[in-house]
């Protein structure tokens, strides 16, 4: 078997990080039979803004993406991004909406679920990774990777016994911010190894131009499973090049076993791809450049050009740097969250508003109130009470699992939006999208009357945007 396992992002992370998640079905479907006789681990093609993105943007049915996946690539295993106990949407749902997501990915193609949260809180993820384990999936838990005084490799390697504890069948370090450095991430997977014997997964964004390099070092320290994209759609904010990575490993003891000339053959059709994205303005040659301020001021790339553009808006754009120096302030004083979606945004509007307020604290945004609460769950280290006093008055903190102050609600999510089902799967869509699914259900309806103009062509069921 090849020492180094790869899992293959074009299908998901990679047109997410550079087009907003704007890759069609239409555009995957020429090239999927090629893609499934490479011999990835997995391909990573669904979940994380994909389920928005079909719903919102193009018009599509994400779970009929998944079954033309599923069908047009029957070898490969399948892999989602999954939020825990908020599953694709924006809030915590009920353990019985989640068991359900769960169940029904799994029946509808998903062969290995990646579970995340945003705190690092095992207790978000406990019910996912249960009701994965019962469908008979992959369960893989991703550990948000960030720095900061508190994360370190002992941080991370506490994480990664309560994972596999928490019964988890692998262990990804997941680097959406491009964080790590290849000096770190050797350090990091060697720690790891020591303390786990589940197999190790390595998530990395090329934002800072490291990528390649962490992943090297990872290989080195006794990595398993490295996650790439097919060069066209790769560098930039998204991964390193699938192509580069199987020859850089090629005739070493970390050989991928993949072909690079099968591998090649693929490339022209990204090519051109990429091509039509540019033509079209949804690539923007920007997105493909190295931007090494991420690791200056230890901030997204995504939560830096979000800060300006909030500065702008107030016509305070010379305080960037100040909100730059107050970011980590903030953080501290609500212990540390990792600074990734929803919490980079949470704590990046706090600090805005810090600074152009000219007193901190004298406005608080209601999301960030709800974290020092505890409605995300718990922070890394614990938020000082007297800090938590002054933000929630005379409210008081949560100090269990959130998700267990939720009241089942998957009946009455069906009861809401009865009138739209035409599959069990409806309700979920409905569940995390609300008014966006409707839009959905409702062009769907018109398209089965041909009230659209489209009479029962099935050629014609899948729009580009």
């Not at 491009?178 to 790891?192: D, G, N, Q, S």
């Amino acid at each position: 078997m090849a020492k180094i396992g790869i899992t293959e992002t074009v299908l998901r992370d990679a047109h997410q990080s550079l087009i907003a998640t704007r890759m069609t079905t239409e555009d995957m479907l020429p090239i999927l039979p090629e893609l499934d006789e490479i011999g990835f681990r997995s391909i990573e093609c669904w979940g994380g803004a994909t389920f928005d993105s079909c719903l919102r943007f193009l018009n599509e049915d994400p779970w009929e993406r998944l079954r033309i996946l599923k069908k047009n690539m029957p070898k490969t295993p399948l892999q989602m991004l999954f939020r825990g106990q908020n599953m694709l949407g924006y809030r915590h749902y009920a353990d019985d909406v989640v068991e359900y997501f769960v169940q029904k990915s799994i029946a509808n193609g998903i062969d290995v679920i990646r579970i995340f949260d945003a705190l690092n809180d095992i207790r978000n993820l406990e019910t996912a990774i249960k009701a994965a384990k019962k469908e008979g999936a992959h369960t893989q838990v991703a550990m948000s990777f960030t720095t900061g005084e508190v994360f370190t490799d002992e941080y991370y390697v506490n994480y990664a016994k309560q994972i596999e504890s928490a019964g988890a069948d692998s262990i990804c370090v997941k680097d959406m911010a491009a964080l790590l450095t290849p000096y770190r991430a050797e350090t990091l997977i060697k720690a790891l190894k020591k303390a786990t014997d589940l197999p190790i997964q390595l998530h990395t964004h090329y934002t800072s131009g490291l990528a390649s390099m962490c992943l090297m070092k990872a290989a080195e320290a006794g990595v398993d499973v490295i996650d790439t994209a097919m060069s066209p759609l790769a560098l930039g904010t998204s991964h390193a090049p699938t192509e580069s990575m199987v020859a850089a490993f090629q005739g070493t003891e970390y050989d991928t076993g993949l072909d690079l000339v099968k591998l090649s053959g693929l490339r022209p059709f990204f090519m051109k791809l990429r091509d039509k994205y540019i033509e079209s303005g949804l690539l923007d040659p920007k997105m493909l450049a190295t931007d090494a301020k991420t690791l200056i001021y230890q901030v997204p790339g995504g939560m830096l050009s979000n800060l300006l553009s909030q500065l702008k808006q107030a016509g305070k754009e010379d305080q960037l740097t100040a909100v730059l120096e107050e970011v980590p302030r903030v953080r501290k004083d609500a212990g540390f969250p990792p600074l990734v979606t929803p919490t980079s945004q949470i704590v990046g509007t706090q600090a805005v508003f810090n600074i152009i307020s000219g007193e901190r604290y004298k406005m608080v945004t209601k999301e960030f109130r709800a974290m020092v609460k505890g409605e995300y769950g718990r922070t890394p280290l614990p938020i000082d009470p007297e800090f938590q006093k002054m933000i929630l008055k005379d409210d008081k903190p949560i100090t269990c699992r959130p998700a267990d102050l939720l009241e089942p609600e998957l009946d009455k999510l069906r009861e809401e939006c009865a009138e739209w089902i035409t599959q069990d799967e409806d309700v979920l869509s409905y569940a995390q999208f609300g008014q966006v699914a409707v839009k959905f259900f409702e062009k769907r309806r018109d398209k089965m009357f041909g009230l659209d103009g489209v009479h029962g062509d099935p050629a014609k069921q899948i729009h580009p945007v």
